[in-house]
Nanobody
Framework: VQLQASGGGLVQAGESLRLSCAAS????????MGWYRQAPGKQREWVAT???????AYADSVKGRFAISRDNAKNTVYLQMNSLIPEDTAVYFC?????????WGQGTLVTVSS
């Protein structure tokens, strides 16, 4: 499985960004996908998950501001990020877990200025 993330950038606080992650390879269409992020000097943390059945879950820190969605025909998951705050600054990684294997995209940098 290969994951290709895109959409990061530099924005001001209060603005929005949408991240995309396209999955390809065996099993890509049959598994849920998620987003994690890693801020400078911090551990990677979970942000959101979208199951193959359409259920979504969010970390408390982004609930109400971020929305995860998936286009099953394109095997692509999106993360709509609204009302961004400087604390959202991080490298964002998309993720797919298949059995005991974890697959990661290359990461896309989101920088939110105050």
């Amino acid at each position: 499985v290969q994951l290709q993330a895109s959409g990061g950038g530099l924005v001001q606080a209060g603005e929005s960004l949408r991240l995309s992650c396209a999955a390809s390879g065996s099993g890509a269409s049959r598994n849920g996908m998620g987003w994690y992020r890693q801020a400078p000097g911090k551990q990677r943390e979970w942000v959101a998950t979208r199951t193959i059945g359409g259920a979504s879950a969010y970390a408390d820190s982004v609930k109400g501001r971020f929305a995860i969605s998936r286009d099953n025909a394109k095997n692509t998951v999106y993360l709509q990020m609204n009302s961004l705050i400087p604390e959202d600054t991080a490298v964002y990684f998309c993720n797919m877990q298949i059995g005991n294997n974890n697959y990661w995209g290359q990461g896309t940098l989101v920088t939110v200025s105050s």
